[in-house]
């Protein structure tokens, strides 16, 4: 029967070392030289198997593996050399050598197939090369989608403005048509209570309850003039002005205005700024502006007018067609009050908006600046967010070459 024993019974047979008249020399030189390939030949399987095992996606691994056992078998015929120089057990050598040759057999039947789609495997150059070709791509879709989140913010801005102005607009025809009715209406009330007054000469009781009723015709008359203002139906009287003079010549109404808390700077009274508009106009749209800023800075605070000779935006030129890109005299007036959240900047030129109580605010100051800046072919922007204070530009016409401006060339 046979066993592993039977293996290394081959006593009659000679072992290599008689071969080799047991000259000590020659059994160093074999042994030494047969255990340095074997130990070497032990070494790269052990490697090429931690390689595999830790990279499992190696392309064709198994290869790896066949040859790891290939060479593992190399390595224990070249063991057996060393122990068959004193035993001659050659049937065990013989069978180590027959698993090498299984195994080199097979390594080299299939490498040949292999070697095509081996060769086609593409070198880590190429790899590297096409990986950055694919950093590039992504770079670029990138840029491509920051670009595209902006333009679809601009876009969607631009679509707010416009919708904003068509409202405005809106608004403005129906405040147009009460406010003109309103307006005849209280004019034959005026009319009537000044003829009355005229009657009632003598009675100065009955002249009283006339004059309170003519001060509530005042007010109303006040309003209606704002709103037709707002509606651009305001009778107005364009003059050309030098718009640093104008404003600082209202420097002492504006001071008092605003009371000994709040710091007023005006532009200095450089350049000249040659504007055409309804001058009695622009002092209203200033003053208005001034008391919204007093009453945002309840603490006290800092008013800056400032001028600047310009353009539009592009963005508010592409939002509203009806604006012109000429050259404008921007009167910017900001304040560090309290600003407005989006909402109250959304609706603050809209009549009768207003977040003040009632009796303090009629929401009709902001209207009237936007009317009448509109009505003169200006633009307004208005920028304030909660807590970071307001800052509303008036643009003005500029006008190019006036003849004069109170009293003094134009350059
Ligand atoms: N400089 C500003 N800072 C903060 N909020 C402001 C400023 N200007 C205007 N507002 C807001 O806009 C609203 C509308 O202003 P607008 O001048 O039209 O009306 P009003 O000041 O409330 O009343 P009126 O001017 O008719 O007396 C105000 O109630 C306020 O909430
Ligand atoms: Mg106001």
Known sequence: ???????????????????????????????????????????????????????????FGWMGWLFALFILACGTSHLMSIWTLWRPDYLAEGLVKGVTAITSFLTAAVLWPLLPRLVAMPSLASLLAANERLADQVRETERAVVALKRETAERKGAEAMLRQSQKMEAVGQLTGGIAHDFNNLLQVVQ?????????LASDDSALRYVRRAMSGVQRGARMTSQLLAFARRQPLTPTVFDAGCRINEMADLLRSTLGGQITLALPERTGVWPVEADANQFDSALLNLAINARDAMPEGGALRVALEDTRLPEEELAADPELEPVRYVAVTVSDNGSGMAEEVRRAAFEPFFTTKPVGQGSGLGLSQVYGFIKQSRGHVILESSAGQGTTITLYLRRVEVPATIDGQAAT
């Open 1 to 59: 029967m046979f066993s592993l024993a039977t293996l290394f019974e081959d006593s009659a047979l000679t072992p290599h070392g008689f071969c080799l008249a047991w000259d000590p020399l020659m059994i160093a030189l074999h042994v030494v030289s047969d255990g340095v390939i074997a130990l070497s030949y032990y070494s790269i399987p052990a490697t090429i198997g931690v390689l595999l095992l830790r990279r499992r996606d190696v392309a």
């Open 191 to 199: 009319a009537n209570l000044e003829a009355l007054s005229c009657r």
